[in-house]
């Protein structure tokens, strides 16, 4: 686990603590439930001393394990010593009912569930928060425009709204899928070795089920099938791409040569140990960097749908890491993006610059349409406008202060449009006539 990172919340759910405290509760709400039934033997003054009494400390637990090898074992032995001190002259042991007629992977593949809603209902959140910053910034810099790029190249106008509209749709859509895998995971069994409910009866399940707010697997196999899981590990996965792509946007505009956006800077923070001046977008490459770690272990919960027959543990120790990992980076991802999104330094009259760099070359898409509306062919249309501006950027390149794009339209006998005509066409708004209908949109998104 990358300790160093956890946001105590998350991090509280992957503790050796509370796995065992989940333990705890199940075995207590099973013994209740036998003796709701009345079928085992177990009273219900017997099911309340256990509640009453039942405990455990993760050291001793360690310690027997030790020796057991077993840490199901371990636990319920380390519980039976808290269950049965003290007990009343004549009592039997009320231990003996914990457990009763169950296997390991019941009592531990239901809390793993449990855990992974626990966790997801954090990610769930913070998947809103950040929605709802995006959504707020997209309408702040609705009217804000700038350069779209495909390829990494000034294509056409767009405004820096738009930007922030994308990741909302994008965060909204994680939401989904977020809120759909934790409906998958909300799943427990109490089924017995190999699913048969040979020593125990269903009522169990369901009792603790209920209590426990999860929904009865239709038919385990002795463990919770594992393409729960990976629907869970997936959906993480996405959720860190989208992360990922919205850092990469940030990485990007910071570049020097662009610089019409950059992670806060805060007072007395230094960028370089050797170029005082450099100002570096470190949070958001800590981001990218651990995208990948929660995008490989998407493969590592793939892997573990396949099982031997009915259940082996080749699953058990690489999820116990994996699970763990992943959403612990991925939370801690979400502390370092909400702030830096939030505190955007934006550049809007940076935008205005990149927009006319290239001199008017980002009109040409509507240079094209409006000469072909005077009658000539696509192809010939096409030669026009290619032919002037690849003069244009050639003077870029070689840092000629040579004619602008329309300029060199104007100067062309070929290129037959009026002023007019140019005027409309070299308006970046011209572009941007139908934002409204974007907008629209963004305002029914809900988090």
Known sequence: MIS????????????????????????????????????AGITKEEAAWIREHADFTVERIDEIERTTNHDVISFLTNMAEYIDADLPEGMEPPSRWVHYGMTSSDLGDMA????????????????KRLGETCKARAFEFEDTLCVGRTHGISAEPMTFGMKFGSWTWMLKRDLIRMQQARDMIATGAISGAVGSYSSIDPFVEEYVCEKLGLTPDPLSTQVIARDRHAQVMCALATVAATLEAIAMQVRLLQQTDVIEAEEPFKKGQ???????????????ERVCGLSRNVKANAQVALDNVALWYERDISHSGTERTALADSFIALDYMFGKMQPLLEGLFTYPAKMEHNLWRTRGLIFSSKVLLALVQTGITREDAYLIVQRNAMQVWEDIQNAVDGPTYRERLEADPDANLTTEQLDEIFDPWAFLTRKDAIFARLKDVEF
């Open 4 to 39: 160093r990172y956890t946001r105590p919340e998350m991090g509280r759910i992957w503790e050796m603590q509370n796995k065992f405290e989940i333990w705890k509760e199940i075995e207590i709400l099973a013994c209740e439930a036998q003796a709701e039934l009345g079928k």
């Open 112 to 127: 793993l569930c449990y855990q992974i809603t626990q966790a997801c209902d954090i990610i769930i959140e913070d998947i």
């Open 270 to 284: 230094k960028g370089s140990s050797a170029m005082p001046h450099k100002r570096n977008p470190i949070t958001v």
